[in-house]
T-cell receptor, first 114, second 114 residues
């Protein structure tokens, strides 16, 4: 059982380039999330999805886009990369939302924008 | 934006010592989760607390939820080098537009020296 799989693990981008961070889960979870983690800042929610075809903004959505065409996949798109987007990105999924439902995280993508 | 204050940010202790990590907010949680994260990996759930005053034990780890459900603590007894990692609290606020979405604390980096 793979859980949540993120690719790539590492990436270096030049300012202005674009890329897609991939996320897939095999637990048939409806809820999926993208977080970024910066030192001393915990995890900040970028976007989330409550099911295929439905996405919504989180706390820090600017500069990012998402899509959810299937239950399994939730890619995060960076357009016009900026140094402020240097971070570690985590994708997560959960069975439900609310009621203390736990998040299952991938192992992250470390992105550097120079 | 609701804030979840976690302290201390860093802890460096010797093997065998006890420690406590705190998580505080001015708002009421419907539930609170504690995660542990190791380098290069995503956070992994340790425990969920949902009832005011609740105490949960996981081997040498004791988790407490405040009576008013605004704070929580993690106490580790006789810390071991294997406890080294980043500890994150994450709260699910009761009611309003934040329902069902987790807010993370800044994290506590724990280092246990042999």
């Amino acid at each position: 059982n793979a859980g949540v799989t993120q690719t790539p693990k590492f990436r270096i981008l030049k300012i202005g380039q674009s890329m897609t961070l991939q996320c897939a889960q095999d637990m048939n979870h409806n809820y999926m999330y993208w977080y970024r983690q910066d030192p001393g800042m915990g995890l900040k929610l970028i976007y989330y999805s409550v099911g295929a075809g439905i996405t919504d903004k989180g706390e820090v959505p600017n500069g990012y886009n998402v899509s959810r065409s299937t239950t399994e996949d939730f890619p995060l798109r960076l357009e016009l990369a900026a140094p402020s987007q240097t971070s570690v990105y985590f994708c997560a999924s959960s069975y439900s939302q609310g009621n203390g439902s736990p998040l299952h995280f991938g192992n992250g993508t470390r992105l550097t924008v120079t | 934006t609701q804030l979840l204050e976690q302290s201390p940010q860093f802890l460096s202790i010797q093997e065998g010592e006890n420690l406590t990590v705190y998580c505080n907010s001015s708002s009421v949680f419907s539930s609170l989760q504690w995660y542990r994260q190791e380098p290069g990996e995503g956070p992994v759930l340790l425990v969920t607390v949902v009832t005011g005053g609740e105490v949960k034990k996981l081997k040498r780890l004791t988790f407490q939820f405040g009576d008013a459900r605004k704070d929580s603590s993690l106490h580790i007894t006789a810390a071991q080098p294997g406890d080294t990692g980043l500890y994150l609290c994450a709260g699910e606020y009761a009611g309003g537009t934040s329902y069902g979405k987790l807010t993370f604390g800044q994290g506590t980096i724990l280092t246990v020296h042999p």
